[in-house]
């Protein structure tokens, strides 16, 4: 399978909300991966992790992904590694405010990534 099977694959998952297998499809990648892209595949990790929290309803988990997370990824253009994620970054910073003051998020909320 190439990388770019896998990121996109990745997005798939992430946007059936299957949080968790998005999170090991691009772990495998990031795994074999180093600086920059390594850097941003952690960030897309993260991300995903941050919405199994959000679902599952561990909160406090969630904010803590959400901020490594959107560090990781706030250097790089959109459509880096042909990801385009400009939406789904700027949902997830309000999803994180929202969960810091203790909000659930419906799944209909949840944000999608797009692959070039």
Do not use: C
Request: hydrophobic fraction near 40%; charged fraction near 25%; glycine fraction near 6%.
């Amino acid at each position: 399978m190439t990388r770019q099977h896998q990121i996109s694959e990745g997005i798939t998952l992430f946007n059936s909300h299957s949080f968790w297998h998005a999170h090991e499809a691009w772990e495998q990648l990031w795994l074999h991966s180093s600086g920059d892209e390594k850097r941003f595949l952690q960030g897309l990790i993260q991300l995903a992790a941050a919405y199994h929290h959000v679902k599952r309803g561990t909160l406090s988990g969630a904010v803590r992904l959400f901020d490594a997370s959107l560090e990781k990824l706030a250097p790089f253009e959109d459509g880096y590694l042909r990801v385009r994620r400009t939406e789904a970054i700027a949902v997830a910073t309000r999803h994180r405010e929202r969960v810091v003051q203790g909000e659930t998020i419906d799944a209909s909320e949840y944000p999608k990534l797009a692959f070039e």
